[in-house]
């Protein structure tokens, strides 16, 4: 088996300034865990990142067993603003022609729980689907591409068309959902069709829909993961990422325990390296 190349070409660099906004009203005691600070990983290096808390709280940063930033706090009932701002450099990806589809065999240890199903990925149960639709499909890079392809024309992009419980199978009966039923269903046709995939949240920027954090899906093709995002909302090489795992269990961007009403996001990415002033819309409004 060729040894894969997983450096990323350090060549022009891109750099983001990251805004992140979470206003919440709690009614309890509330205990969250966000996962909202950026990765530091070969392709991305964090340049200088800030954190304000109102009011202030004691808060405390720690790493779970993946390695991604948790930001853990406790507030007392009222009020409570997290402001998240970081500036980042992003390297693309090297471009290598491999990519196609290693057999069982052959797949490293690390990659094969996400060929599993998973609470909100029912590969098990799709399998036969996948298999009708994609089966025939030239293996690799093609077959996952033809998936995206597939979700794009099949499924519509319809805000507040799902749930947090909503799962892929529930997607592919519906038809309709938002970026992370999109990943759902497409991880769950790669892994029905042995090809290990996973979610990747993160920053990206795009005019419709209003502001929200983005979820998109890694498939493990020619010796390493490759992005792929099925809404075709943004670029892979512009998303300034935050976390990965087998599902949203695993990426949740909040995580609380107590009684906390979300009333306004704003998770905002520009590109500033550019030489254009790029305005700071105003945060997303959630109704109570």
Sequence with gaps: MATANLRSIRLDPATYQIDCRLDYTLDSDCDFIFMIHVAQTPRQRVLDES???????RARLSHDPAGHRLLRLRAAPGPLVVDYRARVELWPMAATPQAEEWPIAQLPDVVLPDLLPTRYCEADRLGPAARQLFGAVEPGLPR???????????????????????????????????????????IAFCRALNIPARMVCGYASFDEPPPDFHAVFEAFLGGRWRLFDPTGLAPTDALVRIA???????????????????????PQVRRVDLGAAATRREPQRVAA
């Design 244 to 266: 990965h795992g087998r599902d949203a269990h695993d990426t949740a961007f909040a995580t609380l325990y107590g009684m906390a009403r979300l009333q306004a996001m704003s």
């Design 51 to 57: 954190l304000r808390l109102s009011p202030a709280v």
């Design 144 to 186: 996952v591409q033809a998936i995206c392809d597939w979700l794009r024309r099949n499924i519509e992009y319809r805000v507040g068309s799902s749930l947090s419980t909503t799962t892929a199978l529930d997607i592919f009966v519906q038809r309709a959902g938002v970026c992370r039923d999109f990943a759902h269903l497409g």
